[in-house]
């Protein structure tokens, strides 16, 4: 990413922060052990949290299953822990998006349910 597009990317954080509360979830999953552990995606989901001046209000996290979205109770959890607390909860914090999305077909359904 070239400086002008990082200078950027911080000022439409800062414009969401104006508008958005500053609480966020986090997800961690991994399918295989040939994938980031938990314990790591959890350290650089919390390094985000406090390098963008977020608080995490409540982690989940998913273990040795499949991208299906059915498969991930946890995932479902947060949606709807989401829902409850929406008032307080401006941001979803994943380490690649391919945690929360397992692929392409998932994006909308995932994207419907936040």
């Given at each position: 990413m070239t400086t002008g597009n990082r200078n950027r990317s911080r000022t439409a954080s800062r414009l969401f922060r104006d508008v958005r509360p500053n609480g966020a979830v986090d997800y961690t999953r991994f399918s295989t052990t040939l994938q980031a552990s938990i314990p790591e995606q959890k350290s650089i989901n919390a390094e985000l949290a406090d390098l963008e001046g977020l608080v995490i209000l409540r982690s989940f996290s998913d273990e040795a299953v499949s991208r299906s979205i059915a498969d991930?109770?946890?995932?479902?959890?947060?949606?709807?822990?989401?829902?409850?607390?929406?008032?307080?909860?401006?941001?979803?914090?994943?380490?690649?998006?391919?945690?929360?999305?397992?692929?392409?077909?998932?994006?909308?359904?995932?994207?419907?349910?936040?």
């Open positions: 991930r109770k946890d995932l479902l959890a947060m949606f709807a822990f989401i829902e409850q607390n929406a008032t307080d909860i401006g941001y979803i914090i994943v380490n690649e998006l391919e945690r929360l999305t397992g692929d392409v077909s998932q994006h909308e359904t995932v994207v419907q349910l936040v």
